[in-house]
């Protein structure tokens, strides 16, 4: 029998928020992962079917996303697992999804675009917070001012991590940051630049953040030049900056292997709690180069709790044959009110100033 959707890393943090919902909202998901107990456990409390699978023997994972019309991938980093389940994907005929957040991987998801459409397979990475409100948002603001060659995002808000974004973190610490300048993606140093953003309720201090919106915004507003902001303390701001030094030791695998043992010990996530009384916001700008500019402000939920209804509507719209074969962005599969769909979500058109310090 086919499996309508197939969650993959549904045990992790994310993952079981995504495939609860997925339940909640009438879809009979099947779990997978490459924990057998895991999954298991998982698949009873929630009365799915289940796989167990890890993503190092292509023809394995083959064999288990051809059953499925719809693979949603849950597991990062996801510079090790989008490829080897893109690749399934693409050879089984099979739609793919996840909650990628990361450039690099990204650009890769890109880089399939026409390989994807051949399949006739639909690629939509990046259904998650990073990126669905900010792409939205871009896509809003690219809507208002088509001749737009400058896009900037602000996000203040993010608020308590889940182990796996922690990791993503660590990975990302290898890395310097990260913005587009002119089509290309250009690497820059961390926090390379400051800039005070008015979020709604007076300025605050934001510094460039290597965002998944580098990648996916020019695919949604062919806007060549962005750059994405978080707001963080002024201590934080000059303990980035020292870090910069350190970002060499960062790579050496021991140092990543050891550094993600302490995540896995220390970090649980956000408590239901936590992630109930937790509110996001968004500011964005894009300006042509006649000086012309427009300003939007949006307003989430709860990251971990948004990235669960956007990932499972995104599936479900999918499964409906409502998104075309190829590379799609959150705006460009559902268009740029994708975000104003979920409970929570506002969006005002602003006009306000701005000052960058460095
Ligand atoms: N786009 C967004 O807005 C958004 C939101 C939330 C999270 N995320 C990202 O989603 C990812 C997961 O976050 P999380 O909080 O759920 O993390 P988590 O609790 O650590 O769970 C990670 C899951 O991925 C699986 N996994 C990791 N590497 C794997 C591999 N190489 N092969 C197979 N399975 C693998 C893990 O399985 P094992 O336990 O077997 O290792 C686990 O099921 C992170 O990269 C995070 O940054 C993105």
Known sequence: MEDELLIYGSYGYTGALVARNAVNEGLSPTLA???AERVEEQAMELGCDHRVFSLAHPEVVEKHVEDASAVLNCAGPFSNTADPLISACLRAGTDYLD???????LETVAERDRDAEQADVSLLPSMGFDTVPTDCLAGHLERRLPSATRLVLAIDGLGTFSPGTVKSIIEGLARP?????DGEIRTVPAAWKTRRVDFGRGAKTAVTIPWGDVST???????PNIEVYATVPEYAVTAMRRTRV???LFGAKPVQRAAKRVADAVVSGPTAEQRAQSVTRIWGRVENDDGRHVSARLRTPDTYELTAQTAVEAARRTLAGEVEPGFQ???SAFGPDFVLDFEGVEREDVEEKTTVTS
């Open 33 to 35: 992962g490459r924990d």
């Open 99 to 105: 909650i990628n957040g990361e450039i690099d991987a």
């Open 177 to 181: 940051g990260a913005v587009r300048a």
């Open 217 to 223: 915004g020019y695919y949604t507003t062919g806007i």
């Open 246 to 248: 350190l970002s060499p």
């Open 329 to 331: 962005t959150p705006a």
